[in-house]
Each structure stands twice: as C-alpha cells, then as structure tokens.
C-alpha cells in the first residue's frame, strides 16, 4: 500500500556508510519529537547533533527521552501535558533536546501515550506528564509537570509504558503495574484503574515486561513468554481473540529472550536468534509477507541472526548480530527509515550501517530512534 503523504514531506537526507555515531531520528515530526530543531517529518535516519554520548533513548507518542553517559536526562517534543518535565514550562513544546533539571543519577528512561517515567541509580522511580487514569503510580490523578517520586521505594530495577498504563520489575525479581485498566492490562484479575504500583501474583521471577496499547507482555528468567490484557486480534498470542485479566502463558516453550509489544501487534525473539510475531497486521506489522492478522506466534522469515526488537505504532524495527537495522509495517509517515512512504509486509534494510547498537522503546509512537556505535 502507498501512502503519497504529503503533508511535512521533507528532505530524505539519505545517510551515508561515513555518517557519524550517535543518535538517530526519523519518522513523524508535528511537535519537534525528532529532536532535529524543526517539525519536518522524515523518510530516513538523520543524526541529532553531532554528540556521540547517548546511551538510552525512549519513545512516546509525541515526544522523546533520552539519557548520557553522564547520568543526565533529555527530552523534547510535545508538551501539553508536562510530559518533557520541564516544570512551569509544560505548555511549550521543544524540538531539540533540553535538559530536564540539573541530576546525573537517571538509569533508565520509558515513554508512554503522554506520560514519562525514569529510574534513578539509586533504585527509587520517578514519574510526570499525563495521569488521568493514575499512570504516575503517585496515588492520584493530578498531572505532573516535573519529575515526582513514586513512593518511596528505591528497590526498582526496569520500567516501561503502554498507552495509560505503567510496567516496572523490582530488584527481587517481582512485576508491579499501574494505570488504565479497562481492558484487563494490568493482569490483576479485574478491570479497576489503579493509581499507585500493585504487584501482579506473588512471583519473583519476572525479567523483562512491555506494555502496548491495551496489553501487556512479560518474560520469565525460566525463558517464558506470558501475556495479559485485551487480546483483539490475538495481541496475546494465544491462538484467540479472547482477553485475559491476569498473566496466561504463551505456549509452552521455555526459549524467550526478548519480547516487545507494539500498538496492537507484538514481537519476541528466541533464545536460538528467531524473530517471532503475532497480532494485528494490516500494515504488514508482522512482517511475514501479507497482512494476515495472526493469534498465535509466526516465523518472521527462516534466519537466527536477529539480536534486539521493539513495535511501534503499527511499524517494527529490529537489529541483526551484525549490526545492522531492519524496519516494516507503516510507513505513512516515513517512520521505516526507508526514503520512502511505501508500507512493508518484510523486514527491509535501514541503509547500509552495520553499527547500530539500540533500538527505542516506544508502541505507541509514529516515530523511530536509534543508536549507533
């Protein structure tokens, strides 16, 4: 399908194998959330800066996070609701990346529909922006504009977003979630919002967790996949289109390394270098050559060489062990990273760089980060 978008059509700016390290940007860009100091959209990868000390980047829907080498936290796009916490400024939006206050001590970052949130190393987990359904984790549902502890905790070891709602894994191995919960995402049995952290079951062997629009997926460090949460489309991976109000394993294999949930598709690789998919495709999100919607996970191609994966809005990219970085699904904003606005039912190469290191995080965002080496 070919989408002639022209509206925000800009330059390609077609990268070159001598491009520099750093990071990366391309896709939709309304609110300046590609960091480039404008709102062009773009068709290709374009290099924010010339700064080679990016170590974590994340995606919302209409902004973006970032950390240093230094510890220090950076974000820009769009800001109607605090959601850069940039304090009394959350009216302006910013298409460059400013600082957000003056700490060296972030870990991690996780960007959700319009809200933020960030761990510190020193274990406590802060959030801001957006919190109508309570997605802050700050037992209320009042909208921050800076940076606000959750708790008082400082035992959290990840974090992530869906659209409305909070994932976040503890050092004891143990899942806590937040947020929005009419569609069973939170995985508690029910389909109350919660505004503060609650642990799902009493298991203390959870290891990566993802949240997409309206569902949620999680591995185990026994190499399970499990998933939760609205499963139109077979968003679960469960061989239906039933939806599920507390974590249900997929399958019976013990051999997920990586999982990543989309908007309304999700993707895992396997411990043998597999690339799986499953969901909603009608973009070819799936990237299995059609856009069959599929309830139950399905081969993306026949190789073992995949090695990082993350879902977007309706688009995925994935990294090779060679370094380099693969794209398919939508394309109507230029968010593959392909020069063009051509969707893709196939991974399709990136350029031609074979360096890329980290993928974005973000299932709900139009737009596309990286990091190169």
């Known amino acids: 399908m070919l989408f002639q978008k022209m509206m925000g059509k800009g330059p390609a700016s077609m990268i070159s194998p001598s491009a520099p390290k750093g990071l990366w940007s391309w896709g939709r860009n309304p609110y300046g959330q590609l960091g480039l100091g404008d709102t062009t959209s773009r068709t290709s990868p374009v290099q924010m800066g010339t700064l080679a000390?990016?170590?974590?980047?994340?995606?919302?829907?209409?902004?973006?996070?970032?950390?240093?080498?230094?510890?220090?936290?950076?974000?820009?796009?769009?800001?109607?609701?605090?959601?850069?916490?940039?304090?009394?400024?959350?009216?302006?939006?910013?298409?460059?990346?400013?600082?957000?206050?003056?700490?060296?001590?972030?870990?991690?970052?996780?960007?959700?529909?319009?809200?933020?949130?960030?761990?510190?190393?020193?274990?406590?987990?802060w959030g801001w922006g957006m919190n109508n359904f309570g997605q802050l984790g700050l037992d209320n549902v009042i909208k921050r504009s800076s940076p606000v502890q959750v708790g008082t905790l400082a035992?959290?070891?990840?974090?992530?977003?869906?659209?409305?709602?909070?994932?976040?894994?503890?050092?004891?191995?143990?899942?806590?979630?937040?947020?929005?919960?009419?569609?069973?995402?939170?995985?508690?049995g029910d389909t109350y919002h919660r505004s503060s952290p609650v642990q799902v079951g009493t298991l203390t062997t959870w290891s990566v967790v993802t949240g997409g629009l309206?569902?949620?997926?999680?591995?185990?460090?026994?190499?399970?996949?499990?998933?939760?949460?609205?499963?139109?489309?077979?968003?679960?991976?469960?061989?239906?289109?039933?939806?599920?109000?507390?974590?249900?394993?997929?399958?019976?294999?013990?051999?997920?390394?990586a999982v990543s949930a989309?908007?309304?598709?999700?993707?895992?690789?396997?411990?043998?270098?597999?690339?799986?998919?499953?969901?909603?495709?009608?973009?070819?999100?799936?990237?299995?050559?059609?856009i069959i919607s599929r309830s139950s996970p399905v081969q993306v191609g026949a190789l073992a060489t995949w090695s990082a994966v993350t879902g977007g809005w309706h688009h995925s990219l994935t990294s090779k062990t060679d370094g380099t970085l693969w794209g398919w699904g939508r394309n109507d904003f230029g968010q593959l990273g392909l020069g063009d606005y051509i969707d893709r039912s196939s991974p399709v190469q990136v350029g031609t760089f074979a360096t890329w290191t980290t993928l974005a995080k973000g299932s709900v965002s139009q737009h596309s980060l990286a990091l190169r080496a």
């Open 53 to 125: 000390t990016w170590s974590v980047v994340a995606g919302g829907r209409f902004h973006s996070l970032a950390l240093k080498t230094d510890g220090t936290l950076w974000i820009w796009g769009r800001n109607h609701y605090g959601q850069l916490g940039l304090s009394s400024n959350y009216t302006i939006s910013r298409s460059s990346p400013v600082q957000v206050g003056a700490l060296a001590t972030w870990s991690s970052v996780a960007g959700g529909y319009i809200h933020s949130l960030a761990t510190k190393t020193d274990g406590t987990l």
């Open 214 to 257: 309206y569902h949620s997926l999680a591995t185990k460090t026994d190499g399970t996949l499990w998933g939760w949460g609205q499963n139109t489309y077979g968003r679960l991976g469960l061989g239906d289109n039933a939806s599920r109000t507390s974590p249900v394993q997929v399958g019976t294999l013990a051999v997920w390394s």
């Open 155 to 188: 035992t959290w070891s990840t974090v992530t977003a869906g659209k409305y709602h909070s994932l976040a894994t503890k050092t004891d191995g143990t899942l806590w979630i937040w947020g929005r919960n009419i569609e069973n995402q939170l995985g508690l």
């Open 262 to 290: 989309g908007s309304t598709h999700s993707l895992a690789l396997k411990t043998d270098g597999t690339l799986w998919s499953w969901g909603k495709n009608p973009y070819g999100q799936l990237g299995i050559g059609n």
